[in-house]
Nanobody, 126 residues
Framework: QVLLVESGGGLVQAGGSLRVSCAGS????????LGWFRQAPGKEREFVAY????????YYSDSVKGRFTISRDNAKNTVYLQMNSLKPDDTAVYYC???????????????????WGQGTQVTVSS
């Protein structure tokens, strides 16, 4: 069993910054990486960023590249998403998800993940 818990969401003005965290427990040691997705009201859940545990290789969606940074602390089984230059369009519930070495799909699709957190709300006011 893998448990993922997000934290750090909140309300911020446009142009501001926020950092959300995802703490993993259980069998996270067996995950190959963690991703962040977000879902705005009435929209599908979309890929934001992904980081591999080994090597720390990162991937970003075009909409956040250059503004968001994903990082990890292997010792703490925690992944962070630093969000800068936030825009109202970034308003969404942010979810972290764990991908195992045996996961099908790809890192940028929701089907490529086996475990999900409960989400944390990020609201950017204009």
């Amino acid at each position: 069993q893998v448990l993922l818990v997000e934290s750090g969401g909140g309300l911020v003005q446009a142009g501001g910054s926020l950092r959300v965290s995802c703490a993993g427990s259980g069998r996270t040691f067996s995950s190959s990486g963690l991703g962040w997705f977000r879902q705005a009201p009435g929209k599908e859940r979309e890929f934001v960023a992904y980081i591999r545990w080994s090597g720390g290789i990162t991937y970003y969606s075009d909409s956040v590249k250059g503004r968001f940074t994903i990082s990890r602390d292997n010792a703490k089984n925690t992944v962070y998403l630093q969000m800068n230059s936030l825009k109202p369009d970034d308003t969404a519930v942010y979810y972290c998800a764990a991908r195992s070495p045996y996961s099908g799909g790809t890192y940028y699709n929701t089907g490529g993940y086996d475990y999900w957190g409960q989400g944390t709300q990020v609201t950017v006011s204009s």
